[in-house]
């Protein structure tokens, strides 16, 4: 009996312990695409879930964050992009590394990652517009916001108001940092550039991207589209947007704002004013 009694406690011991024991953890992916209420939609986190963020001053695919600025704003490494995991719904192609003050920098569709010291926990965005030039980084914005020197395609630097000096200005660009203009004979909702037959399109593409997410701050009730000779052109404050054929596919290249002469094309920012009827 005494025998027969312990091995049932021995089993009874095994139960429990087996009972008890953790299954294996879920391996997390190292960027991950995460909802999140506070910035509105998915954003990009790293493996513990904390935000990413794009810096606008960093149109140009290179970081402009030195400094204090880093001690606030560390830059984010997700180490061999050909061995990371990458979380369903991004696309590995978009990502990128730079170096940046010896280090090395991911970069998703061009825009250098920064996390924030301000965020202490996963789901935190406490960094969304701070100083209007920093956002949670999104994989879907249709407007994002620059901001440095207008140079145009005369070499010359503009200031704001299209008179030559040095000086920041911020102007929207689409999600890969290529900037947006205006032209100053357009009325509201209405193109009179594009020819029927879009001959001249190559010199000043429209832009026709589907509105999705945008910056904190800037009001999507502002944004519409029209129809343009069968394509859909996208509007903010009733002027169209175009490209520059000749900025490419640089980023943050603000070429256009020369052209024939400064003010004709001018960049596109919140404080553009309504287009004329």
Known sequence: MLVALGLLM???????????????????????LKDNAKVG?????????????????????????TGQCLVNWPIYSAGDLAAIKFDTGLDKADFGTITTNGTQQTTYKGWPLYRYKDDV??????GENVGTVWFAAKTDYSIMIASGQL??????????????????????????????????????NKNNFTKPDFSNDNVWPIYTAELKSLPTGVDKTLFGTIDV?????????????YYFGLDGTTRGATKGVSVPKPGIWPIVNKESPNAPN
């Not at 139960?15 to 992916?29: A, E, F, G, I, L």
């Not at 008179?163 to 032209?183: H, K, S, V």
């Not at 000779?229 to 947007?241: A, E, H, I, N, V």
Request: aromatic share 12%.
């Open 10 to 32: 021995a089993v009874s011991l095994s139960c429990s312990d087996d009972d008890d024991s953790d299954p294996t953890p879920t391996p997390t992916n190292d960027v991950q």
């Open 121 to 126: 926990a996963a789901g935190d965005a406490n």
């Open 41 to 65: 939609g998915k954003v990009l986190t790293d493996k513990n879930g904390m935000t990413l963020y794009f810096f606008s001053k960093d149109a140009s695919g290179v970081s402009t964050c």
């Open 151 to 188: 140079v145009g395609n005369d070499g010359k630097s503009y200031k704001s108001d299209y008179t030559e000096g040095t000086g920041d200005t911020q102007f929207f660009t689409d999600g890969m940092g290529r900037t947006l203009y205006a032209f100053v004979n357009d009325k509201n």
């Open 229 to 241: 000779f069968g394509k859909k052109q996208l509007t903010y404050k009733g002027w169209p947007l």
